[in-house]
């Protein structure tokens, strides 16, 4: 009935059943939000003296909270005469669905006063404001009174609470909610998936999802879009493809959020083929979502190059970058110390604003750091207002591959004197420093605070650190004692660690027992087999070196092969030892001579003993002349102009060799070399360097 044929009642009494007709009308209104049709029906009905009723009260005051304009169903339920259940039950839920959540809970709290019972509804609407006020306490008392009214295992009010638990990260209250439920609906079982899924539990939501799944509940976008987040978060590319599979069944591929979610599942499962076609399935719902997952997945699998060619499409198609699209390619420039590209990229995160973001500020912290300009990082992190713990953890982590213990140190007491708590992450970065400037005593320190001080339990790599730091400073019956006395076994990276120091400080049995921890833990690990057989090299036991070597032939196990590569305009230029591949070897090898030359006259004197092989020192002199850091050295200077510092990257150690030659050829050439190699930085100029030879 419309409102011009409720007009010709006039201002008669209306019959009885004319009320549920004028109740169906003004519920039209509150679905189809029609609040000035519904304000004129209300106006007709006071000038038409239209006798009150509750009834259709009731329905006025649910049609203006619909409708947004709750005050004037509290002015309505004000002036009420008689009140009952459902007038209370409608304003409590009137209050909640315009977020008024503090005279939601009031009016709750005078409903109880006025001796009303309150409805599942009334109960869902506060249960909601403890979710948005993050209240787990308030929700804890309206689970008791729900308990004490026998509503609990009631299907909505056991909802909500399951959801109201699971959302302020109470995940055991919520699975305890949830099982004592009699009955559990597609709804209750979504609350419970999504919320092991944001609350870290994964396994936890994938087996919730088996279970509705198994008890022949009907999934929706919601639900699969769960489960591929805890996928995505395992890395479980199998149970993900059973999702994907229902999806299809479903129909539900079209949808822009399934979609992200499968793109992401497989590009952090690594299978960045299904990804792409996942992606490519309907390029109209595309988003900055999807691209930033296939970039990122790209990333991860180091293919650098289709990483920037999914942003160059991203940008064709118009898709705004996100600060995620962003924190993704900046990081793949940190890990191939791709600078150009990495100063390309700070433009545009500038251009876009994001420069004040706390995650991009990190990774350009540390993409500077990784790419050697010491400066721009610290730059970088100043121009933060209030860096929080991950920008602090950057720039402490650049000091420490930089070799500067004592900054980093600074660093860490700048952390704390502004309030920040340091993490787990943190301890990491400031041992590292501490290992690599020989700070000792500080390390030592500041491990055994993390506990008492900070309440952070030390994990395996905090202890590798000090295993680190004891064996780089040769005090090994420290380091043995330590491992020794751990709580735990050591890592890879530890036994890595001491093997390492027990080679340099020629500690055979040491190295021996450290040797054979790491093949426990790593077989496949070739460069405990090298060190292994480079003790034996170095006591000049050649029968034990030959038998280690065998065993790796036996074992069809590769050394690492040593090379390094020099960014010289838009390419990189790659060199192994001994290289002869190079399209300008004939210069660079010319170079390479003068420059031993030259580093000769002012007391280079090269150190055969680190060449352990059965030759003469000729042949000794001249394989030490050819690797492949002083080749890429040589290869710069011919092809740098002069101002510009020379950056060379290497994949292994560098040799105390090389090391000592470079110093001598920052001298004579009087350029700033910066050499970084897999554990750290060496900054070479005037015939000295950042670490002082301690590494």
């Given at each position: 009935?419309?409102?011009?044929?409720?007009?010709?009642?006039?201002?008669?009494?209306?019959?009885?059943?004319?009320?549920?007709?004028l109740?169906?009308?003004?519920q039209?209104?509150?679905?189809?939000?029609?609040?000035?049709?519904?304000?004129q029906?209300?106006?007709?009905?006071?000038r038409?003296?239209?006798?009150?009723?509750?009834?259709?009260?009731?329905?006025?005051?649910?049609?203006?909270?619909k409708?947004?304009?709750?005050?004037?169903?509290?002015?309505?339920?004000?002036e009420?005469?008689?009140?009952?259940?459902?007038?209370?039950?409608?304003?409590?839920?009137?209050?909640?669905?315009?977020?008024?959540?503090?005279?939601?809970?009031?009016?709750?709290?005078?409903?109880?006063r006025?001796?009303?019972?309150?409805?599942?509804?009334?109960?869902?609407s506060?249960?909601?404001?403890?979710?948005?006020?993050?209240?787990?306490?308030?929700?804890r008392?309206?689970?008791?009174?729900?308990?004490?009214?026998?509503?609990?295992c009631?299907?909505?009010?056991?909802?909500?609470?399951?959801?109201?638990?699971?959302?302020?990260?109470?995940?055991?209250?919520s699975?305890?909610?949830?099982?004592?439920?009699?009955?559990?609906?597609?709804v209750s079982?979504?609350?419970?998936?999504?919320?092991?899924?944001?609350?870290?539990?994964?396994?936890?939501?994938?087996?919730?999802?088996?279970?509705?799944?198994?008890?022949?509940?009907?999934?929706?976008?919601?639900?699969?879009?769960?489960?591929?987040?805890?996928?995505?978060?395992?890395r479980?590319c199998?149970?993900?493809?059973c999702?994907h599979?229902?999806v299809?069944?479903l129909?539900?591929?079209?949808?822009?959020a399934?979609?992200?979610?499968?793109?992401?599942?497989?590009?952090?499962?690594?299978?960045?083929?299904s990804?792409?076609n996942?992606?490519?399935?309907d390029?109209?719902r595309r988003n900055?979502?999807?691209?930033?997952?296939?970039?990122?997945?790209?990333?991860?699998?180091?293919?650098?190059?289709?990483?920037?060619?999914v942003?160059?499409?991203?940008?064709r198609?118009?898709?705004?970058?996100?600060?995620?699209?962003?924190?993704?390619?900046?990081?793949?420039?940190?890990?191939?110390a791709?600078?150009?590209?990495?100063?390309?990229?700070?433009?545009?995160?500038?251009?876009?604003?994001?420069?004040r973001?706390?995650f991009?500020?990190?990774?350009?912290?540390?993409?500077?750091?990784k790419?050697?300009?010491?400066d721009?990082?610290?730059?970088?992190?100043?121009?933060?207002a209030?860096?929080?713990?991950?920008a602090?953890?950057?720039?402490?982590?650049?000091?420490?591959?930089?070799?500067?213990?004592?900054?980093?140190?600074?660093?860490f007491?700048?952390?704390v004197?502004?309030?920040v708590?340091?993490?787990?992450i943190?301890?990491?970065?400031?041992?590292?420093g501490?290992?690599?400037?020989?700070?000792?005593?500080?390390?030592?320190?500041?491990?055994?605070?993390?506990?008492?001080?900070y309440?952070?339990?030390?994990?395996?790599?905090?202890?590798?650190?000090?295993?680190?730091l004891?064996g780089?400073?040769?005090?090994?019956?420290?380091?043995?004692e330590?491992?020794?006395?751990?709580?735990?076994?050591?890592n890879?990276?530890?036994w890595?660690?001491f093997?390492?120091a027990?080679?340099?400080?020629?500690?055979?049995?040491?190295?021996?027992?450290?040797?054979?921890?790491?093949?426990?833990?790593?077989?496949?690990?070739?460069?405990?087999?090298?060190?292994?057989?480079?003790?034996?090299?170095?006591?000049?036991k050649?029968?034990?070196?030959?038998?280690?070597?065998?065993?790796?032939?036996?074992?069809?196990?590769?050394?690492?092969?040593?090379?390094?590569?020099?960014?010289v305009?838009?390419?990189?230029?790659?060199?192994?030892a001994?290289?002869w591949?190079?399209?300008?070897?004939?210069?660079?090898?010319?170079k390479?001579?003068s420059?031993?030359?030259?580093?000769?006259?002012?007391?280079?004197?090269p150190?055969?003993?680190?060449?352990?092989?059965?030759?003469d020192?000729?042949?000794k002199?001249e394989?030490?002349?050819?690797h492949?850091?002083?080749i890429?050295?040589?290869?710069?200077?011919?092809?740098?102009p002069?101002?510009?510092?020379?950056?060379?990257?290497?994949?292994?150690?560098?040799?105390?060799?090389?090391?000592?030659?470079?110093?001598?050829i920052?001298?004579?050439?009087?350029?700033?070399?910066i050499?970084r190699?897999?554990t750290?930085f060496?900054?070479?100029?005037?015939?000295?360097?950042?670490c002082?030879?301690?590494?």
């Amino acid at each position: 009935m419309s409102f011009q044929t409720l007009r010709r009642f006039g201002g008669q009494i209306l019959k009885e059943e004319s009320t549920s007709t004028l109740a169906q009308v003004i519920q039209t209104y509150a679905k189809t939000k029609q609040l000035h049709k519904g304000k004129q029906l209300h106006a007709h009905l006071l000038r038409s003296h239209y006798p009150p009723c509750i009834f259709l009260t009731n329905h006025l005051l649910n049609m203006y909270s619909k409708c947004g304009h709750v005050d004037y169903a509290l002015k309505v339920f004000d002036e009420m005469p008689h009140r009952n259940l459902v007038s209370w039950t409608a304003m409590v839920t009137g209050f909640s669905q315009n977020a008024r959540f503090s005279e939601c809970f009031k009016a709750f709290s005078e409903m109880r006063r006025a001796g009303e019972s309150p409805t599942q509804f009334a109960f869902a609407s506060v249960i909601k404001g403890c979710v948005v006020l993050g209240s787990v306490e308030m929700g804890r008392q309206l689970h008791c009174l729900a308990l004490k009214l026998g509503l609990s295992c009631e299907l909505f009010v056991g909802s909500n609470l399951a959801d109201m638990y699971s959302k302020c990260g109470v995940m055991v209250d919520s699975c305890r909610v949830f099982e004592e439920m009699p009955c559990k609906d597609a709804v209750s079982w979504t609350s419970m998936i999504d919320g092991y899924a944001k609350s870290g539990e994964f396994e936890a939501a994938l087996v919730s999802y088996k279970r509705m799944i198994n008890d022949g509940i009907g999934v929706d976008k919601y639900v699969v879009s769960s489960a591929l987040s805890a996928c995505s978060a395992l890395r479980d590319c199998q149970f993900g493809k059973c999702v994907h599979s229902t999806v299809v069944k479903l129909g539900l591929e079209v949808e822009v959020a399934v979609g992200n979610a499968l793109v992401d599942m497989y590009s952090k499962s690594g299978d960045m083929e299904s990804a792409s076609n996942v992606f490519r399935i309907d390029p109209e719902r595309r988003n900055i979502v999807s691209y930033s997952s296939l970039i990122n997945g790209y990333v991860e699998m180091d293919e650098i190059e289709k990483a920037f060619s999914v942003f160059v499409d991203l940008q064709r198609e118009g898709v705004e970058p996100n600060q995620f699209t962003f924190s993704s390619l900046v990081k793949a420039c940190a890990n191939q110390a791709a600078l150009e590209q990495g100063i390309q990229l700070h433009a545009q995160v500038v251009k876009f604003k994001f420069d004040r973001d706390d995650f991009v500020v990190s990774v350009l912290v540390d993409m500077y750091g990784k790419c050697g300009l010491l400066d721009h990082s610290i730059q970088v992190f100043n121009e933060v207002a209030t860096p929080t713990e991950v920008a602090w953890n950057s720039l402490l982590s650049v000091f420490a591959v930089h070799g500067l213990g004592n900054d980093a140190l600074k660093t860490f007491s700048r952390m704390v004197q502004a309030g920040v708590k340091p993490n787990a992450i943190t301890f990491v970065s400031l041992l590292t420093g501490c290992s690599h400037a020989g700070l000792v005593k500080e390390g030592l320190k500041y491990f055994y605070s993390m506990e008492k001080t900070y309440g952070i339990v030390p994990r395996a790599g905090h202890y590798s650190c000090i295993i680190d730091l004891l064996g780089r400073a040769g005090r090994l019956d420290s380091a043995e004692e330590f491992i020794n006395s751990m709580p735990l076994q050591p890592n890879a990276f530890g036994w890595c660690s001491f093997l390492g120091a027990c080679t340099i400080h020629g500690d055979k049995e040491r190295g021996k027992l450290a040797a054979e921890k790491l093949i426990q833990l790593e077989p496949e690990n070739s460069g405990a087999h090298v060190l292994l057989s480079t003790l034996h090299a170095k006591e000049q036991k050649w029968d034990d070196f030959r038998i280690v070597r065998k065993m790796m032939r036996d074992s069809s196990m590769k050394k690492l092969p040593g090379y390094s590569w020099v960014d010289v305009g838009n390419k990189t230029h790659t060199f192994g030892a001994k290289d002869w591949s190079h399209s300008q070897k004939k210069e660079i090898y010319e170079k390479l001579d003068s420059l031993l030359d030259q580093i000769k006259k002012v007391g280079y004197v090269p150190n055969t003993d680190l060449v352990l092989h059965d030759m003469d020192d000729n042949s000794k002199v001249e394989l030490l002349h050819h690797h492949s850091e002083r080749i890429a050295i040589a290869f710069a200077l011919i092809s740098m102009p002069a101002g510009k510092p020379i950056i060379v990257k290497k994949n292994i150690r560098v040799c105390l060799d090389c090391h000592s030659a470079i110093k001598y050829i920052s001298l004579v050439v009087g350029r700033k070399i910066i050499v970084r190699d897999n554990t750290r930085f060496h900054h070479f100029a005037d015939g000295l360097c950042s670490c002082g030879d301690y590494w």
